[in-house]
T-cell receptor
Framework: DTGVSQNPRHKITKRGQNVTFRCDPI?????LYWYRQTLGQGPEFLTY????????KSRLLSDRFSAERPKGSFSTLEIQRTEQGDSAMYLC?????????????FGPGTRLTVT | AQTVTQSQPEMSVQEAETVTLSCTYD???????LFWYKQPPSRQMILVIR??????QNATENRFSVNFQKAAKSFSLKISDSQLGDTAMYFC???????????????FGKGTKLSVKP
């Protein structure tokens, strides 16, 4: 297994444009999480999926953000009408539901810059 | 709501020496996990060590150990025999644990930037 992968690794976009990020979790993991990390801060939770169901969304996830996980495999995070404040590292993590150790495995992140 | 506080934004240590990173947290939960994650420069976050709140024994993983003080809500990380590869951001994190064993999201502190000097 190659671990959690995220694409693209870097994205530069102009304010007002839409962007979409992809996360491919570890294959047998049924939980998938999205976090956002701004400079000098720890990651902040955005949303998570159990299989294809989106179970929880943070108040940080405004109406411009939408996440999907069709078929319970990869996930996409879309940001519409990007703003400069959306500039951040977007991290994806996955875990196995029955894993009682609580460990989440992180991807390398997608760094978004909104100009 | 749970909060995690790391009061040391930056620390440095000489190679082969020992360093302790501090973390405090606030929660009304009784059943939870605590973690230390390491984020090397431009690399992905990896788990260093975990502690289950119901276990009194402090977790150890090779050169890494924790001092878990549940009543004081303190969870410090000790790195012994520091190596250059330990240079990274270190994040303390909290996760509420459900009785069914299911997991929730992680709540992170702001991190401590550790530099190991040769």
């Amino acid at each position: 297994d190659t671990g959690v992968s995220q694409n693209p690794r870097h994205k530069i976009t102009k304010r007002g444009q839409n962007v979409t990020f992809r996360c491919d979790p570890i294959s047998e993991h049924n939980r998938l999480y999205w976090y956002r990390q701004t400079l000098g801060q720890g990651p902040e939770f955005l949303t998570y999926f159990q299989n294809e169901a989106q179970l929880e969304k943070s108040r940080l996830l405004s109406d411009r953000f939408s996440a999907e996980r069709p078929k319970g495999s990869f996930s996409t995070l879309e940001i519409q009408r990007t703003e400069q404040g959306d500039s951040a590292m977007y991290l994806c993590a996955s875990s196995y539901l029955i894993d009682d150790r609580g460990e989440q495995y992180f991807g390398p992140g997608t760094r978004l810059t909104v100009t | 709501a749970q909060t995690v506080t790391q009061s040391q934004p930056e620390m440095s240590v000489q190679e082969a020496e020992t360093v302790t990173l501090s973390c405090t947290y606030d929660t009304s939960e009784n059943n939870y996990y605590l973690f230390w994650y390491k984020q090397p420069p431009s690399r992905q976050m990896i788990l260093v060590i975990r502690q289950e709140a119901y276990k009194q024994q402090n977790a150890t993983e090779n050169r890494f150990s924790v001092n878990f003080q549940k009543a004081a809500k303190s969870f410090s990380l000790k790195i012994s025999d520091s190596q250059l590869g330990d240079t990274a951001m270190y994040f303390c994190a909290f996760m509420k644990r459900s009785y069914g064993g299911s997991q929730g999201n992680l709540i992170f502190g702001k991190g401590t930037k550790l530099s190991v000097k040769p």
